[in-house]
């Protein structure tokens, strides 16, 4: 069983930065996109970002552009999500996932093409 690991989450107050990671042990990640979607209560899951294979292509979902960075080290074989200028709106929990299927990013990240999942972190902008 796959399972991808994610950490980095916390408290933070508004305008604060964190950088959550990605990392599956036993399973390489640097043959996939990898994304990152979020579930905030009462929400649906969003697709707010993707990497692809090779980190020379990335999404961003409207909401976090020019905030959010993601980036990747193959070599490390990890994945991360740079988070800064968080809001109150950001409050979630956050997933990494990949669709094993493909190397590329979609045009926008969906819940049911990704098939491995980590268990979530949760990340929390509060004063």
């Known amino acids: 069983q796959v399972q991808f690991v994610e950490s980095g989450g916390g408290l933070v107050q508004p305008g604060g930065s964190l950088r959550l990671s990605c990392s599956v042990p036993?399973?390489?990640?640097?043959?996939?996109?990898i994304s990152w979607f979020r579930q905030a209560p009462g929400k649906e899951r969003e697709g707010v970002s993707c990497?692809?294979?090779?980190?020379?292509?990335?999404y961003y979902a409207d909401s976090v552009k020019g905030r959010f960075t993601v980036s990747r080290d193959n070599a490390k074989n990890i994945v991360y999500l740079q988070m800064d200028n968080l809001k109150p709106e950001d409050t979630a929990v956050y997933y990494c996932?990949?669709?094993?299927?493909?190397?590329?990013?979609?045009?926008?990240?969906?819940?049911?093409?990704?098939?491995?999942w980590g268990q979530g972190t949760q990340v929390t902008v509060s004063s």
């Open positions: 036993g399973f390489t990640l640097r043959y996939y996109a």
């Open positions: 996932a990949a669709n094993t299927l493909r190397s590329q990013c979609p045009s926008v990240p969906v819940v049911h093409e990704h098939d491995y």
């Open positions: 990497i692809n294979s090779r980190g020379s292509d990335t």
